[in-house]
């Protein structure tokens, strides 16, 4: 599947992540637990998200299923294939196909402890096209839509509507998300005013199959004991394998020590009162909040000045003894 996936270029990468991003996801969802009741994924693509839990926790750990939906039909097919190649047994996940956002299969499945997604990045949607939606129990409570251009943030209100109060939500996001103004504004102000963002992570370019845009992960939880959002860069946790970035297991561990961590590290990690969020404009960029590392050498101004100097008259000596060598040669001729 990795390899169609890097052969079909961004037709393989709708719907499949890599997998050490599947893991890091999983692993953010399951911090501090030993099992959880049910996980579930609202774009569940080829479903390498959901299985990654049989790795993190240990088979049988995830105690009443899989759960997922898929809009592709070839896509949602290939899933359950997966689910059964990875010996998870039909009564033990439940995959719908069809649109989650205008027809979720999962009404009476929700909550779920555990989510994890990597929805379409800025696809279109029906937004406020359909008087219906803003009185979604998903939607409404933001008050606002997202726009009809960009159903990012109808994702991730869908995911925590779905959010058990005990569960956490570890999702990937356009970068875009975390800035833009409008309606996605008012959406992050109503996420941030009630405290359901635990953290943003910044992660490196290039990760993905289909594009290089360096994304990030929004958790969210809606049992939180502090009002601040932690906020990680860890935009330089990769090496190049092949034609595309990779996260190794210690970059992986990296990430997770400074999730549980939560403290300020220079140039990685920083604790932001929710207050100073509101107070910058609901902004949850990470570059707005984690200084980057200056990796510019010092230079000694007065030094180089020294040097510069030397090298200028060094450069008139010269002149002046080419100029005579000249004058000989021209008397001679």
């Known amino acids: 599947m990795q390899m169609y996936a890097a052969d079909a270029g961004k037709s393989g990468g709708e719907y499949y992540t890599p997998q050490e991003v599947s893991e890091l996801l999983a692993r953010i969802t399951v911090v501090g637990k030993t099992e959880v009741n049910k996980v579930y994924d609202p774009a569940v693509g080829s479903g390498s998200l959901l299985l990654k839990f049989q790795k993190v926790l240990g ?3 995830v105690r009443q299923g899989f759960f997922g939906q898929e809009i592709n039909l070839t ?17 033990q996940f439940d995959l719908a196909h069809g649109d989650t956002l205008m027809h979720p299969a999962h009404w009476d499945d929700e909550p779920f402890e555990a989510i994890v997604s990597n929805p379409p990045y800025s696809i279109k949607w029906e937004g406020d ?12 409570p933001a008050g606002v839509l997202a726009p009809k251009s960009k159903a990012d943030l109808a994702f991730t209100m869908h995911i925590l509507s779905w959010l058990a109060v005990n569960g956490t939500a570890a999702i990937v996001e356009f970068p875009g998300v975390m800035y833009r103004g409008g309606a996605e504004a008012k ?9 359901f963002v635990d953290a943003v992570i910044q992660l490196p370019p290039d990760l993905f199959f289909g594009t290089t845009i360096a994304t ?3 958790v969210l939880k809606k049992s939180k004991p502090t009002n601040d959002v932690l906020f990680i860069d860890a935009s330089a946790e990769f090496v190049r394998g092949g034609n595309k970035n990779k996260l190794t297991p210690e970059h992986q561990q990296r990430i997770i020590d400074g999730f549980i961590g939560r403290e300020d590290i220079d140039h990685f990690a ?3 009162s929710n207050g100073e969020i509101a107070e910058r404009g609901y902004l949850i960029s990470v570059s707005s909040y984690v200084e980057a590392e200056d990796t510019r050498v010092a230079i000694d101004i007065t030094a180089l000045n020294a040097k510069i100097s030397e090298i200028v008259a060094r450069q008139s000596e010269l002149r002046t003894a080419i100029d005579e060598i000249v004058a000989d040669l021209e008397a001679g001729s």
């Not at 896509?75 to 009564?91: C, G, K, Q, S, W």
């Open 270 to 272: 920083k604790v932001v």
């Open 187 to 195: 959406i992050r102000k109503y996420l941030i005013d009630n405290n």
């Open 75 to 91: 896509t949602y097919n290939l899933a359950r294939i997966n689910m059964f190649l990875h010996d998870v047994p039909y009564e």
């Open 59 to 61: 088979p049988g750990k």
């Open 216 to 218: 990030c992960i929004l």
């Open 129 to 140: 096209g359909n008087p219906l939606l803003i009185n979604d129990p998903r939607f409404a």
